[in-house]
């Protein structure tokens, strides 16, 4: 005992990983980036990059906080985009909105393995575990967001804007805001994000007959509202659902009913937040009488 006392050291830094926190934003994320390699962090076997909110304190991990820094972001971003190109960094940014875990220090070490061997096609060498983890998650990304531009729908309020309340499992609004900017250039519309407390809004009295209206972020609605959004409906609203309940109704056919197939093509969780589902199963007044 006494000759391994002698002997052997443990150097305390080396026992516990290092842990880069940075403000959960993306311009964070590449700020924190930018950190790691200005202290020449990146060989670290244990680096993990954490945003704030989602980490834990831990009595024996060392972390460090990185403030958003908006000039070396853009450093970083540069850098990325002349590594990646305009497809490479699409997947860092959406497997970034998936908000995982550890999707930080996965992030990282792709655009690591990318700086490593700036010639060699990273994307595609999904051999690479981390990668494979990145191109998996944007998979699961583009779904949520093609899920959203079919499922969300807008109810008429008394204030002339169209209102959609939605939670998906990923932060995929900065991805369908323009699928609706491009749709709805007509209208005042808003879409609002429940889980994570903040919308997109248009308001197409900013728009020219050439060029539709920026989208603009919202986050503070009354929670009476968002609790139950029929009390901001207009006078149409309750017969336009109406209307588009009956159709639903009758444009099944009872022979062929899979429900099965249906919630594989329509996820139980989005049915909350589509009228047609609020059908109670016995509304007589909604069947057509053949």
Do not use: C
């Not at 958003?68 to 590594?83: F, G, P, Q, S, T």
């Not at 017969?239 to 429900?259: A, H, L, M, S």
Request: hydrophobic fraction near 35%.
């Amino acid at each position: 005992m006494s000759q391994l006392t002698l002997d052997t050291s443990y150097p305390i830094g080396q026992l516990t990983p290092s842990i880069v926190l940075y403000e959960p934003s993306f311009e964070g994320w590449l700020s924190a980036v930018f950190y790691v390699y200005e202290h020449r962090l990146q060989h670290e076997p244990a680096l993990q990059l954490f945003a704030q909110d989602d980490y834990a304190p831990s009595l024996i991990a060392q972390a460090v906080s990185v403030h958003k820094d908006e000039d070396k972001a853009e450093r970083v971003l540069i850098k990325l985009n002349k590594l990646l190109g305009r497809s490479g960094m699409r997947n860092v940014l959406w497997g970034f909105l998936s908000e995982k875990n550890n999707i930080g220090t996965t992030l990282f070490h792709v655009i690591k393995y990318a700086i490593d061997y700036p010639t060699r096609q990273i994307m595609q060498d999904v051999g690479n575990l981390e990668v494979l983890e990145l191109v998996q998650t944007v998979k699961s990304v583009g779904r949520e967001k093609h899920r959203m531009e079919a499922f969300v729908r807008f109810e008429h309020t008394t204030d002339d804007i169209y209102f959609a309340r939605v939670a998906p499992d990923f932060n995929v609004l900065p991805l369908i805001g323009e699928h609706f900017r491009q749709r709805y250039q007509d209208q005042h519309w808003a879409i609002y994000d429940l889980t994570r407390g903040y919308g997109i809004y248009y308001d197409k009295s900013n728009s020219t007959p050439s060029q539709p209206a920026e989208l603009q972020t919202i986050t503070d609605l009354d929670d009476a509202v968002l609790r139950n959004p029929a009390s901001i409906h207009s006078d149409d609203e309750q017969r336009y659902q109406k209307f588009w309940q009956g159709y639903f109704t009758n444009v099944n056919i009872k022979e062929r009913k899979n429900p099965r197939l249906h919630k594989q093509y329509l996820p139980q969780r989005y049915w909350k937040y589509l009228s047609e589902k609020q059908v109670v199963p016995n509304a007589e007044h909604l069947t057509k009488r053949r």
